[in-house]
């Protein structure tokens, strides 16, 4: 047992025993800060698993915008936090039991897999030249499951219009009910002049980065929308209404850019979302950028959650 | 030379891992939400400070480690602002009860 | 035991963690913070799949590690969309659980038009 699988088990412990914690907590926002920190030391999991760039998404999103979403929700729930009864004692025996039971057969599944392990790896570096990238993962991403990505940027816009559908039919097009810091506040008022230009610097800087390093689009796109974020929390900008125009097309232009990307494929290199040769890199890279803006608007929105005020005429 | 500095990184990064310690046994120790935020405070500016001066050995070339340097600026910025926010937030929550 | 394996065993107690908070807990707060927790756990155990098939110098196999980013990403948008309905379940009947007993009879305190 050395140094590294010490520490490994520390952390895999500490992993654990937050999680638990998690779920055994009493108080909501008790629950959603340890779930906060279980998320940060995922990322360092992450980097332990030589995955580098899912340790900055698990960081960003994980960690970052669904604690946002969920303290948010918490605050407006915290008069119903002592209504729901707890469970009964036989209800707990048995969910415990088969919860016990299906880690166990996962960890059975961890312990017989395969030796030597199958792997991807070097096909995916074998054409990796091709494409100009020098990320493997932002060569998955965006050259050989291309399409998951423009389907998983779909899945966050049918989201967003799912939660827009829950507003109400009077404010439908208004404004989100994002609860701004409605205090007058020197100090987050500083923090939200100080930080965005950083963060926005950092954020085109991990999308830029992503073709060679780890980062991506979808990381750069989130610190984009936490700077946003943080700029519409210290009301230094109205929440936008949904129904503007400007919105909208920051909202669609990723998406719409990448399927003509993909239907530009048909043309010049006979597949949808293949690449012509030689132009792979430059189209990849303005099909990534429009979709970290179109991600960071996305991501905002979903946080900012459904109307709620009718947008003024 | 290269001895010389790794013992001073092992140095550095360990006075910053026990200033964590002592911030941790202030988080828990403490009386109340004031007293455990200069805690806080002290391991965000001190403790991380050493971390990043003892890593500066490690990394290679000028711009890493501006890049180590600015994550220890912006640790501490944001540390100093958030801790003002809850101290405003437990001083109302405070004041109404 | 290697680090991957260890961290295996980690995303399977997590798994089983994340179901048991779905399952008991009432409150739909609680069960949305379980299901992420869930979530984390399968996608750890997917990292431990991509650690294994490090070949070709690299760390680990981009494949798995690229549809655990799309996974995360996904699982947000799945939250937000929980949250959203949580939130109007609360300003239209008050409640936040989704038992299964009648809901008060009366029209429920919170009821806004």
Redesign the interface.
């Known amino acids: 047992m050395n140094v590294a699988l010490a520490f490994d088990l520390g952390l895999a412990a500490l992993l654990v025993a937050i999680a638990g914690w998690t779920i055994a907590a009493r108080a909501n926002i008790g629950a959603i800060v340890l779930f906060m920190v279980d998320g940060l030391l995922l990322a360092i999991v992450w980097v332990r698993l030589s995955a580098v760039d899912v340790a900055l998404t698990e960081a960003a999103i994980g960690g970052g915008v669904t604690s946002m979403l969920l303290l948010g929700a918490a605050t407006r729930l915290k008069d119903t936090e002592s209504n729901p009864e707890p469970a009964k004692l036989t209800l707990l025996l048995t969910a415990g039991a088969l919860c016990a039971l299906v880690s166990a057969g996962l960890a059975a599944v961890v312990f017989f897999l395969p030796d030597p392990a199958p792997t991807l790896a070097p096909v995916a570096m074998a054409n990796l030249a091709e494409t100009g990238l020098g990320n493997p993962v932002a060569g998955v991403l965006f050259a050989y499951r291309a399409l998951d990505t423009l389907l998983e940027k779909v899945v966050l816009l049918l989201a967003l219009v799912g939660v827009w559908s829950l507003a109400r039919d009077e404010a439908w097009g208004g404004v989100p009910g994002l609860r701004v810091y409605a205090r007058p506040n020197t100090i987050l008022v500083f923090l939200a002049q100080l930080l965005p230009p950083i963060g926005i610097m950092v954020g085109i800087y991990m999308f830029w980065a992503g073709a060679s390093q780890p980062g991506g689009a979808f990381q750069g796109g989130t610190v984009l929308a936490a700077m946003w974020l943080l700029v519409l929390l210290a009301r230094l900008q109205q929440v936008p209404a949904i129904s503007l125009p400007w919105v909208r097309l920051l909202l669609v232009i990723g998406p719409v850019l990448f399927v003509a990307i993909g239907f530009l494929g048909f043309l010049v290199a006979d597949a949808f979302l293949a690449y012509p040769p030689g132009y792979a890199k430059p189209l990849i890279v303005i099909a990534e950028a429009t979709l970290t803006l179109s991600i960071g608007v996305t991501l905002g929105l979903l946080v900012a959650g459904p109307p709620e005020t009718r947008l003024q005429q | 030379m290269r001895l010389a500095l790794d013992i001073f990184t092992l140095v550095a990064v360990s006075a910053g891992g026990l200033l964590f310690m002592a911030g941790t046994a202030g988080l828990l120790r403490f009386p109340d939400t004031l007293t455990r935020l200069h805690a806080l405070t002290k391991v965000d500016n001190l403790g991380l400070g050493l971390i990043v001066v003892g890593l500066l050995p490690q990394v290679d070339g000028p711009l890493a480690a501006l890049k180590v340097v600015t994550v220890w600026l912006?640790g501490q910025?944001?540390g100093a602002?958030v801790s003002?926010?809850i101290a405003?937030a437990a001083r109302r929550a405070e004041h109404q009860q | 035991m290697t680090s991957a394996t260890l961290f295996g065993y980690c995303g399977a107690a997590m798994v089983g963690l994340g179901l048991f908070g779905l399952i008991t807990n009432p409150h739909v707060l609680r069960k949305i913070l379980a299901f992420n927790v869930l979530g984390a756990g399968v996608f750890l155990m997917f990292g431990v799949i991509a650690r294994r098939g490090a070949a070709a110098g690299l760390g680990g196999d981009p494949v798995p590690q690229a549809l655990v980013i799309t996974g995360i990403v996904v699982a947000f948008s799945a939250t937000a969309l929980a949250v959203a309905l949580l939130v109007r379940l609360h300003s239209e009947t008050g409640q936040t659980t989704v038992s299964s007993e009648d809901p008060p009879s009366s029209s429920g305190q919170g009821v806004r038009s």
């Open positions: 912006l910025f944001s602002i003002q926010l405003r």
